[in-house]
């Protein structure tokens, strides 16, 4: 987990818009950093996890096709507390690049000058 940035659990009772829009909130909550980790229900089988996957990417692509800039990255087997067992947390941050680099601490870059320099 990120220190100082409360984890959101993943609606599993919204559809694929509702979560879209549910993700863009919980980033937006975070006024600093735009970051949130999401906390994934916990899978037990190959196929259970393969279905939440599919359900956070649907999720994910219709908030960055409405224009937000959004990165994620996953972390796997993570100690959320309370005594419940390792999930993934998928960290979903908004970028915001300084001289061509996240400043939000992922490893995305972006040309300073729309890609038109000669190397």
Not at 66 to 85: I, M, N, P
Not at 88 to 113: K, L, M, Q, T
Request: include cysteine.
């Amino acid at each position: 987990m990120t220190p100082g940035v409360p984890g959101h659990y993943w609606p599993t009772n919204l559809d694929d818009h509702e979560r879209a829009a549910w993700l863009i909130d919980v980033v937006d909550s975070d006024p600093r950093r735009h970051t949130a980790p999401i906390i994934m229900p916990f899978a037990d089988t190959d196929e259970a996890l393969d279905a939440l996957e599919d359900e956070f990417v649907r999720a994910f692509e219709i908030a960055r096709a409405g224009g937000r800039r959004f990165g994620v990255k996953l972390l796997h087997a993570q100690d959320v507390g309370r005594g419940e067992e390792s999930r993934i947390v998928a960290v979903v941050h908004e970028h915001r690049f300084v001289g061509g680099v996240c400043v939000n601490g992922c490893s995305d870059v972006e040309p300073v000058d729309g890609g038109e320099a000669a190397a």
